[in-house]
């Protein structure tokens, strides 16, 4: 199966940005829509955002609608989250995945979630 490796997370103060990185390996990553997932102490994997196998399409929550910005490099196996505008409240380990069933948004049309990293926006 695909693997992939999060990495970009840190500590930032609230107003601040981080870019984060999803290297993917294993398989044919092209053929694959991606998605990012956050997940806050005492809360449910929640959906942050999405984007199509060629780049073209793309999905928010909208909770970091405007803020976040989901973009992927094929040729580099890697998808990315551009975080501005962070706040206390975006606190949680993020994840990425690949898709392989048919709605953007839904934890259950994903598979091979990475290990995460953590982001922590101090207030």
């Known amino acids: 199966q695909v693997q992939l490796v999060e990495s970009g997370g840190g500590l930032v103060q609230a107003g601040g940005s981080l870019s984060l990185s999803c290297a993917a390996s294993?398989?044919?990553?092209?053929?694959?829509?991606m998605g990012w997932f956050r997940q806050a102490p005492g809360k449910e994997r929640e959906f942050v955002a999405a984007?199509?196998?060629?780049?073209?399409?793309?999905y928010y929550a909208d909770s970091v609608k405007g803020r976040f910005t989901i973009s992927r490099d094929n040729p580099k196996n890697t998808v990315y989250l551009q975080m501005n505008s962070l706040k206390p409240e975006d606190t949680a380990v993020y994840v990425c995945?690949?898709?392989?069933?048919?709605?953007?948004?839904?934890?259950?049309?994903?598979?091979?979630w990475g290990q995460g990293t953590q982001v922590t926006v101090s207030s």
């Open positions: 995945a690949v898709r392989t069933g048919t709605n953007y948004y839904y934890t259950s049309s994903y598979t091979s």
């Open positions: 984007i199509s196998w060629n780049g073209v399409n793309t």
């Open positions: 294993g398989r044919t990553f092209s053929s694959y829509a």
